[in-house]
C-alpha cells in the first residue's frame, strides 16, 4: 500500500480560469467604453447640484468657448451623413463623398459653410491648429444665420433617420459653455434655437453638492 | 515565496548523491496578471459610468406670445434679479418704488434674498399645493415669480448659479429674460428709481 503522504508547500490555484474571465470582462468594457471624441475647444463647465444625467438619445451639442465662439456637434454617423449630403446639394459645396464620409466621423465643427470643403481636407491633427472662427450666427435674421440651418436640418436629417429605422430618437438639444463665456455670447445661441422654436434645451454643467441634502442628512444625524 | 517553501520542505542533499539538474516547474504564476486584469476593469467600469455629464434642463418661454395669453401677475409675488459684471447680483421687488440692491451668489447673499422673499409672499398669499412631478407627493411651494435677467457684462457661471438657486429653493416660476435699457439705467442710479411703463412693455413683447 503505498503511504499517503501530507502535501507540503504553499498549496497553488489554478489561475487560468479566473484570468480568463478577468480578461473577458476587460474585453467588454474596453469595447463598450466610447472614446471621448476630441472636442474643438476645452470647455470648463460651471458646477450645479442638478443630477439628472445626459440622455442616451442622439444629441445636437453646441460648444460655446470661453471666447464666445461656437461650435456645433451632432452624434450619429449616419445622421450626419444624410446631413451633409443635404447641406452639400442645397449650398453646392462641392463636397465629394470621401469627404462626406470626413464630415460624418469629424465631430465638433466650428467653421463657416464656405469653408467647410478646406476644413475637411485636412488631417485630424492639422484642423486643430487650423484658425476656426465658429459656426456665424445672425443674430438679426435668423434665415441667414448657419447656426440655425444646421441644428434645422440636422433634426430633419435625425427625423429621416428615425423614420428609416436607423436610430431611436430625435435630438436632444444640449448647450455646453464655458464658466467665463460672456453671457451675450449664450444669448444669441439660446435666442436663435428659440427662433427656429427649440425651447426645451439642456446645459451641460458639472456636479455639485446639494445644500438642501446636506441639512437633512445633518439633522438625520 | 513558493520556491523556498520546496527547497526547505526537500531537506538537505545526502553526501554522495548526483547533482540532478532540478525539474523546473513549467506552472507561470497568474496571479500579477490577474491583478492587473482587475485593475483594468475596474478603470473601465468606473469611467464608462461616470462620463456621462449632469445637464440642466431649460426651457425658455415661445417667441410669440400673443396678448390675450398674457397672465397678470401681483407686483408683490415679484422678484426681478439683474446679474452683473463681476460676480455681482442687482435685485429688487415688484416694479412701484422699486430700491435696487445688490448681492453676491453666496449661500448667505442670493439664497438669502430668496428666501426672504419667499417668507414675504407665503405671509401674504400662503402656500400653493402642488404634486411632486417624479414622486407625486403632495407639496407645498410659493407663489414666488422671479424674472432672471442677465446684463451683458454677465458671465455664463452666473446664470448657471442663478438656475441652480431657483432648483435649491424650490422656486416654480421663474423665467429668464433680456434685460431692458430702464434697467440698465437703474443700475447705473439707482436713486433715479424705475420708471417702468407696463403697457409699452407688453406692447415690446408681443409685437
Redesign the interface.
Known amino acids: 500500500m503505498p503511504k499517503h503522504k501530507p502535501k ?3 498549496p ?1 490555484v489554478d ?2 480560469a ?2 480568463d474571465v ?2 473577458l ?2 474585453t467588454f ?2 469595447l ?3 472614446a ?1 471624441p476630441q472636442e474643438a475647444v476645452v470647455v470648463d ?10 440622455p442616451e438619445s442622439g444629441t445636437i451639442t453646441i460648444l ?1 468657448g470661453p471666447d464666445g465662439k461656437t461650435y456645433l456637434d451632432m452624434t450619429g454617423q449616419h445622421t450626419r451623413k444624410s446631413l451633409i449630403a443635404d447641406v452639400n446639394s442645397r449650398y453646392k459645396l462641392g463636397l465629394t463623398e470621401e469627404e462626406q464620409v470626413k464630415f460624418s466621423n469629424a465631430g465638433s465643427f466650428g467653421i463657416p459653410r464656405a469653408q467647410l470643403k478646406k476644413w475637411l481636407d485636412l488631417s485630424p491633427s492639422e484642423r486643430n491648429t487650423f484658425p476656426t472662427p465658429g459656426v456665424p450666427i445672425d443674430t438679426a435674421d435668423v434665415n441667414k444665420s448657419e447656426l440655425a440651418d444646421w441644428i434645422h436640418n440636422a433634426r430633419i436629417a435625425q427625423f429621416r433617420m428615425k423614420q428609416e429605422g436607423v436610430v431611436k430618437d430625435e435630438y436632444v438639444m ?1 448647450v455646453k ?11 444669441h445661441v ?1 435666442n436663435t ?3 427656429i ?1 427649440v ?10 453638492s ?3 441634502k446636506k441639512a437633512e442628512e445633518g439633522s438625520e444625524k | ?2 520556491e523556498i ?2 527547497d526547505s ?1 526537500g531537506g538537505g542533499h545526502k553526501k554522495g548523491d548526483k547533482v540532478r539538474s532540478k525539474k523546473m516547474s513549467t ?1 507561470i ?3 500579477p ?2 491583478d492587473l ?2 485593475l ?2 475596474t478603470f ?2 468606473l ?2 459610468t461616470l ?13 410669440d406670445i400673443k396678448k390675450e395669453d398674457i397672465e397678470p401677475v401681483k407686483e408683490s409675488k415679484v422678484l426681478t434679479l439683474l ?1 452683473g459684471a463681476n460676480d455681482k447680483v442687482y435685485w429688487y421687488e415688484g416694479i412701484t418704488d422699486a430700491k435696487l440692491d445688490s448681492t453676491d451668489y453666496s ?1 448667505e447673499g442670493l439664497r438669502k434674498v430668496i428666501l426672504d422673499k419667499m417668507n414675504k409672499v407665503k405671509g401674504q398669499f400662503g402656500e400653493e399645493d402642488y404634486e411632486d412631478f417624479k414622486t407625486k407627493e403632495p407639496r407645498k411651494g410659493s407663489f414666488i415669480n422671479v424674472i432672471i435677467k ?12 442663478a ?2 438657486e431657483m ?2 429653493c424650490k422656486v416654480r416660476y421663474y423665467v ?1 429674460l ?1 434685460v431692458s435699457d430702464l434697467e440698465k439705467q437703474f443700475i447705473k442710479n439707482p436713486a433715479g428709481g424705475l420708471k417702468f411703463n407696463v403697457e409699452e412693455q407688453i406692447q415690446a413683447a408681443t409685437q
Open positions: 507540503r508547500g504553499a497553488s489561475m487560468t479566473m484570468t478577468a480578461f470582462l476587460l468594457f474596453m463598450t467604453a466610447k471621448k463647465t460651471p458646477s450645479s447640484i442638478s443630477e439628472t444625467k445626459l460655446i444640449v459653455a464655458d464658466k467665463d463665456t460672456p453671457y451675450p455670447a449664450v444669448q439660446i434655437l428659440v427662433d422654436n425651447n426645451k434645451f439642456n446645459l451641460i454643467t458639472s456636479s455639485e446639494d445644500p438642501n | 515565496m513558493a517553501a520546496q520542505g506552472r504564476d497568474f496571479t496578471m490577474v486584469g482587475f483594468l476593469i473601465f467600469m469611467t464608462t462620463a456621462k455629464p449632469q445637464i440642466m434642463a431649460l426651457v425658455m418661454p415661445e417667441k446679474l449661500a442677465p446684463t451683458e457684462e454677465a458671465r455664463y457661471k452666473n446664470l448657471v448659479d438656475l441652480d432648483a435649491i429668464i433680456d
